[in-house]
């Protein structure tokens, strides 16, 4: 079970363009970064054990821009119309973190984003159960915690 492992320091380096960040988060003991979908500004980490969409898939995605804010980003998509807002917490100019769920909680996301050197710094973490997520909460707690475990390093 993903939610019950181990959470360990993960680096990464993410480019885009002229900016390079170095930064660490938490990352599920035996994720490993997914090959197939990086690229500039992208990393992804998935259970390669795991086949089906019971695991999360969790994404770091570096953007040019500024982090729009919390009110306009909840009116601008269908997070509000079709989602579920479990939680919103702003991180005042730096950014805010977002938590929504589809009505019958099969859809999971957390989404962390942070205005970084001009930059949008985001954590996307999604997990997807059809019939719904078995401990919801606890799901919601974990992914969570992992978003918001970023630290970016200065160079």
Known sequence: NWSTKTLKKEKVTL???ELTLDLSMDIPDGFAQE???AGPGHVAFVDPSKKVVSTPRIVLLLTRGEVPSLAKALS???IGKKMVVKKQESKGTRGYLVVYHTRKKGLLYVKYYLNERGHILECRASLIKSGGISQFETAAGRLEKICTSIAVNTR
């Open 76 to 78: 601008r998509s269908r």
């Open 15 to 17: 480019k885009l363009g």
């Open 35 to 37: 090959k197939r979908r």
